[in-house]
Structure formats: C-alpha cells, structure tokens
C-alpha cells in the first residue's frame, strides 16, 4: 500500500507565500511522475505543476512564475513553493504520485485559503 502524505497548508494573505510537502515511500518515488491538483469547492480537480523523475517541469498557466514544483529524491518528497498567491488559489491541494496515467497514488489533500 502506498500512501501520500501532504502538508504545509494554511491561511495566508494575498501575496504571500506557502511550501507544501508530500512524502512517499522510496520505491514509489524513485518510478514516479509526481504532482499537484487542487480543486476548489464546486469546481473539478485541475493539475497545477509536475516533475517528472529527471526533473522535467510543467505548470498550469496560471501558476506559471508564481509556484515552483521540486523534488528531493533522497527524502522521497515532492514540493510546491507557492508565491505571490491569490484568493483564485484557494483550494484543497492533493499530491499525485504516477507509474502511467493508469496507476496512480492521490494524497488526501491539504486545504490552502489565501484571503485578507
């Protein structure tokens, strides 16, 4: 059993930043395209950034220039540095572990609410 644990999520102003965390086990990381999703009440689950295992990066264009995705494969961990964020980012935020668009691990999510 594989499991996705995320965290870092919280309540931050507009324009402010916040990390989030998603650990996994070795041998599912080490094969795995990783990634964040987030949806927002009502809507559908929409991909915000993934990294391939070489590093390879893709992002939502609204994201683009703002969040940065990055992976630590000694610490089996995916992040999501999140800056300049908008009351559009709030959202619940769940990690994505892949070995093909058909064998795929989600976190439970991590609610981020960015408001004044």
């Known amino acids: 059993q594989e499991q996705l644990v995320e965290s870092g999520g919280g309540l931050v102003q507009p324009g402010g930043s916040l990390r989030l965390s998603c650990a996994a086990s070795?041998?599912?990381?080490?094969?795995?395209?990783m990634g964040w999703y987030r949806q927002a009440p009502g809507k559908q689950r929409d991909l915000v950034a993934t990294i391939t295992r070489g590093g390879v990066r893709n992002y939502a264009d609204s994201v683009k220039g703002r969040f940065t995705i990055s992976r630590d494969n000694a610490k089996n961990t995916v992040y999501l540095q999140m800056n300049t964020l908008k009351p559009e980012d709030t959202a619940i935020y769940y990690c994505k572990g892949a070995l093909s668009s058909n064998l795929a691990v989600w976190g439970q999510g991590t609610q981020v609410t960015v408001s004044s």
């Open positions: 070795g041998s599912f990381f080490s094969a795995a395209t």
